[in-house]
């Protein structure tokens, strides 16, 4: 990492990045962007986020988070409002401003799940009409392996600029989990994959901003493509296994929860995860950046079809369950509280949650929903008093220790808790308890 290397244009530019004498463009202000450009801003970086949304680039000047992320408020104002962060709309106007930037846009997967580079691809467009002569390049954006080499390098090339030479370029991907951004984008290790050494050393002195111990590996543009895919489908597919598990102990009329307890408690090769609802936009979608050279990745797809099918099996649980106590699905209505697609944040791409109430909705069964995140949900207290069936499909923090509001609607007659979370026990003797993993009576 000291090697010297010539002072060139990309010479210059790292030894100005050192002494934070640059600006940085992040470019995307969504869930990943937003946090990112604020921690950069906190870390004495002066700072622009760029974004198409216009809404959402007039509240970020305005200092208000346009999502939930713990801390997130307060650390906009701050950068807000002593000038380290900027928010502009659109893109072409501030690319003569930046020195360093940071590609943050959306990378979905299409109807037919192949990756969607329709954002990434316009910005590296943008890129390539400029000057990018002696600035430096990172996509954070989650890509198919060999997306660097492939697809962005050759695209920003049409500019008749050769990257490692006139310009920087590197990936170095997010890792990050939602809810606990701005503490995980300082405390990470950085995954630095440059297209050559002054781009992995640009791209290193960069993230050391953020903190001074960040632990910085580089290595190839292709490994650390690899490295972010493989560590979310390491995820999900565990989280597979677990959900496997529930259904298995359930037919043996078993407790998941209580053999899983029992198989990790003391035992060094333990870990076993809980059983529960399992997506979102990283764990749902990484796997299918996989398919690009190998199309029968079977672990990956079968770990898929049991997170993904989940929701439906609960769903046909919970109407089994209605009609055994004897009531019409059409008459009783279904309260479903969650509908993140995880614990205590407010998004709800690519949730599990969400799949079990539109599952339930196109049948034709009505349903109220509450999340104390999600904006536009129906109020606890509306759903509770409204619902004969209680489906706890987010393991929010504030849906703990929720039996004795249970027990003052007497108009619930049946609980399905998907986590767990839920003392049965404590539950009036008139209401059905049932949970993901558990025994049936």
């Known amino acids: 990492m000291c090697k010297s290397l010539p002072m060139g244009e990309l010479g210059k530019l790292l030894a100005n990045v050192r002494s934070k004498n640059f600006n940085l463009v992040v470019i995307g202000l969504g869930r990943i962007g937003l946090p990112l450009a604020v921690s950069f801003a906190l870390a ?3 700072t622009i986020g760029v974004d198409v949304n216009e809404e959402l680039v007039k509240l970020v000047n305005e200092g208000k ?16 409002s002593n000038g380290y962060l900027i ?30 580079y329709t954002q990434l691809v316009s910005v ?16 954070k954006s989650t890509v198919a392996p060999g997306t660097l080499e492939n697809v962005v390098r050759p695209l920003l090339e049409t500019s008749g600029l050769k990257a490692g030479i006139d310009f920087g370029l590197a990936v170095v991907p997010e890792r990050i989990v939602e809810g606990k951004a701005l503490y995980e984008i300082k405390m990470l290790p950085e995954i630095v994959g440059g297209i050559n050494e002054i781009s992995s050393q640009i791209a290193a002195e960069l993230f050391k901003h953020l903190n001074p111990g960040k632990k910085i590996i580089i290595t190839k543009p292709i490994v650390a493509e690899l490295a972010k895919l493989f560590t979310n489908v390491y995820r999900y597919v565990n989280f597979a296994l677990a959900n496997e598990f529930a259904l298995i102990a359930e037919q043996y009329g078993a407790d998941a929860r209580e053999i899983i307890r029992v198989a990790n408690e003391d035992y060094p090769r333990g870990g076993i995860p809980m059983p529960g609802f399992t997506g979102g936009p990283c764990l749902s979608k990484d796997g299918y950046y996989l398919l690009q050279k190998n199309i029968f990745p079977e672990f990956i797809m079968m ?20 009609r ?15 509908l993140a697609y995880k614990k205590d944040i407010d998004d709800v791409r690519y949730s ?20 104390p995140y999600v904006k536009g949900t129906t109020p606890l207290e509306h759903v509770l008093a409204s619902s004969q069936v209680l489906i706890i499909a987010v393991n929010h923090s504030q849906f703990t220790n929720l039996e004795n509001v249970i027990n003052n ?14 003392n049965r026990e404590k539950l009036r003797s008139n209401v059905k308890y049932l949970a993901l993993g558990a025994p049936y009576e």
């Open 44 to 46: 004495g970086i002066k």
């Open 65 to 80: 988070a346009p999502f939930y992320e713990e801390g997130l408020d307060e650390a906009l104002k701050n950068v807000i």
């Open 87 to 116: 928010a502009i709309k659109g893109f072409n106007n501030i690319i003569i401003q930046g020195d360093v930037f940071i590609v943050t846009v959306g990378t979905p997967l299409t109807e037919d799940v192949y990756p969607d």
């Open 124 to 139: 590296l467009k943008s890129l390539a009409r400029t000057e990018v002569r002696g600035k430096m390049i990172i996509i």
């Open 303 to 322: 770990a898929w079809r049991v997170n993904e099918y989940l929701p439906q099996y609960v769903a046909n649980k919970v109407i089994e369950a209605i």
């Open 324 to 338: 055994k106590l004897g009531l019409n699905i059409y008459s009783t209505t279904i309260g479903v509280l969650g």
């Open 352 to 371: 599990p949650a969400k799949k079990l109430v539109n599952y339930l909705e196109r049948l034709g069964i009505k349903v109220l929903v509450h999340d």
């Open 409 to 422: 609607h007497q108009n619930i007659l049946l609980v399905y808790d998907v986590w767990g979370i839920i």
